[in-house]
């Protein structure tokens, strides 16, 4: 059965910082490129960020850029997104993904979805 388990959400005041997690399992992780979407309340999901399967190709949207950080472990089958300078407008359920080819990941076309982890920005 394929899990992607996310983790490390919460509550944090504007320009904190959070670790997000995403175990995955039940395929083989170095094989898929993986990435971040978000989706806030009332709102469509929006891509985050992406990596390819070897770590050293990372793509990030506009409204991120310099404040997070996509990377992944190969031997723990796990994806990270560290996140800095938190907003207000950071706010929303983040959910990590897995698809076969990066750009179509970038694009928004995925395998494997995780149940997501809420983020909450708020002083």
């Known amino acids: 059965e394929v899990q992607l388990v996310e983790s490390g959400g919460g509550m944090v005041q504007p320009g904190g910082s959070l670790r997000l997690s995403c175990a995955a399992s039940?395929?083989?992780?170095?094989?898929?490129?993986m990435s971040w979407v978000r989706q806030a309340p009332g709102k469509g999901p929006e891509w985050v960020s992406a990596i390819n399967t070897g770590g050293g190709n990372t793509y990030y949207a506009d409204s991120v850029k310099g404040r997070f950080t996509i990377s992944r472990d190969n031997a723990k089958n796990t994806v990270y997104l560290q996140m800095n300078s938190l907003k207000p407008e950071d706010t929303a359920v983040y959910y990590c993904n897995a698809g076969s080819d990066f750009w179509a990941v970038v694009a928004g076309s995925y395998d494997y979805w995780g149940q997501g982890t809420q983020v909450t920005v708020s002083s």
């Open positions: 039940g395929f083989t992780f170095s094989m898929y490129d």
